[in-house]
């Protein structure tokens, strides 16, 4: 996968979060829930676009660290959803949790990539 298929990829990402929470039942817990879920996955895409802009490798390496921080977190909201709401759409929830899951290995690689990058540069 190019940065130009996972920018497209982590933008859908923000958007179905934002879709699918905009079906979620409204409760105080929910409405906490959403916000913080709607902060993280949006956050995974303008993080990494900013990653793909960054003036140097130490920067592209500190933005990743955020959008893999961002998915996880993203990955843990979905999984309190699952926990406490009954009534969703299972199908869209597991295709969330799956995407999250996804990103969250996807970046975990490439900062290990641009980790040893560094490293091997300074050899």
Not at 42 to 62: D, H, I
Not at 97 to 107: D, K, Q, V
Request: charge should be positive; avoid cysteine; hydrophobic fraction near 40%.
């Amino acid at each position: 996968m190019d940065k130009i298929d996972l920018k497209i990829r982590t933008k859908q990402f923000a958007v179905d979060t934002i879709r699918f929470i905009n079906e979620l039942p409204k409760s105080k817990a929910n409405d906490v829930i959403s916000y913080q879920i709607i902060k993280s996955s949006t956050s995974v895409a303008a993080n990494y676009r900013a990653a793909l802009r960054g003036r140097s490798t130490a920067e592209f390496v500190s933005k990743l660290n955020i959008v893999l921080e961002e998915s996880d977190e993203s990955n843990f909201w979905y999984e309190i959803i699952q926990d406490t709401n009954e009534t969703i759409d299972a199908n869209k929830l597991k295709k969330l949790l799956n995407e999250s899951n996804e990103l969250t290995a996807i970046f975990a690689s490439s900062l290990k990539t641009a980790r040893n990058n560094i490293k091997n540069a300074k050899s």
